[in-house]
T-cell receptor
Framework: QKEVEQNSGPLSVPEGAIASLNCTYSDRGSQSFFWYRQYSGKSPELIMSIYSNGDKEDGRFTAQLNKASQYVSLLIRDSQPSDSATYLCAVDMDSNYQLIWGAGTKLIIKP | GAVVSQHPSWVICKSGTSVKIECRSLDFQATTMFWYRQFPKQSLMLMATSNEGSKATYEQGVEKDKFLINHASLTLSTLTVTSAHPEDSSFYIC????????FGPGTRLTVL
C-alpha cells in the first residue's frame, strides 16, 4: 500500500518562529516530492518540489529530503499569519506524475 | 508557475441534471490533466487522469459513465457530472501537468 503520512495537527507556531512540517512515505524508490499549501476553500498551490537528498531553499521555505529515512520536511522561517493554511505533502512513487497525497497538516501562526 | 483556470467556479444544480466543468491550461500545453474531488476537511482524492487524444484513466471506485472526461485539445479538459445527485456535491479541482502539477482554482458543486 502506497502511503504518505502527515500529522494532521493543528500545529500552532508563534509569529516569527520557525514552523516545521514533516512527512513520511512508504515507497523507498520514490523520486519526486512536493509541498503544496491549501487555504481553506481554495485549491492547492505548489510551494516546493525536491528531488535530491538534502536541503532546497526558496525564500523563507526550505524543503529537506532524506531518502534513507523516507521522510521529507518543510521549514518555514519567520512565520507569518498569512502562512496559516493546510500543508499537503505529495509523492510521485511510480515516476508517472500521479501523486500520492498526505492528509495534510493544519498550520496556525499566532500573532 | 504555470496557470490553470476552471469554469465555473461554483455551480448549483437540481438533482438529475448534468454539469460540465472546464479546465484550461493558459500558458502551457497540458498533455496530461488530473481531476480531483475534495470533501470538506478531507484530503484530495484523485478521480481520473486525462490524456489528450485518448480515453481517461479512472481510479478504482470512480464511475466512468457518471463522470465523463474529455481532453480534446492540449489546453482543455472537461469533466461532466451526469445525473448529479446530492452526494456528488463536492469541490472539484483539476491540475495540469507541466513537469509538476499546477492546480486550477476549483469548482464547488452543490446538487439540490
Amino acid at each position: 500500500q502506497k502511503e504518505v503520512e502527515q500529522n494532521s495537527g493543528p500545529l500552532s507556531v508563534p509569529e516569527g518562529a520557525i514552523a516545521s512540517l514533516n512527512c513520511t512515505y512508504s515507497d523507498r524508490g520514490s523520486q519526486s516530492f512536493f509541498w503544496y499549501r491549501q487555504y481553506s476553500g481554495k485549491s492547492p498551490e505548489l510551494i516546493m518540489s525536491i528531488y535530491s537528498n538534502g536541503d532546497k531553499e526558496d525564500g523563507r521555505f526550505t524543503a529537506q529530503l532524506n531518502k534513507a529515512s523516507q521522510y521529507v520536511s518543510l521549514l518555514i522561517r519567520d512565520s507569518q499569519p498569512s502562512d496559516s493554511a493546510t500543508y499537503l505533502c505529495a509523492v510521485d512513487m511510480d515516476s508517472n506524475y500521479q501523486l500520492i497525497w498526505g492528509a495534510g497538516t493544519k498550520l496556525i501562526i499566532k500573532p | 508557475g504555470a496557470v490553470v483556470s476552471q469554469h465555473p467556479s461554483w455551480v448549483i444544480c437540481k438533482s438529475g441534471t448534468s454539469v460540465k466543468i472546464e479546465c484550461r491550461s493558459l500558458d502551457f500545453q497540458a498533455t496530461t490533466m488530473f481531476w480531483y474531488r475534495q470533501f470538506p476537511k478531507q484530503s484530495l482524492m484523485l478521480m481520473a487522469t486525462s490524456n489528450e487524444g485518448s480515453k481517461a484513466t479512472y481510479e478504482q471506485g470512480v464511475e466512468k459513465d457518471k463522470f465523463l472526461i474529455n481532453h480534446a485539445s492540449l489546453t482543455l479538459s472537461t469533466l461532466t457530472v451526469t445525473s448529479a445527485h446530492p452526494e456528488d456535491s463536492s469541490f472539484y479541482i483539476c491540475s495540469g501537468l507541466a513537469h509538476e502539477q499546477f492546480f486550477g482554482p476549483g469548482t464547488r458543486l452543490t446538487v439540490l
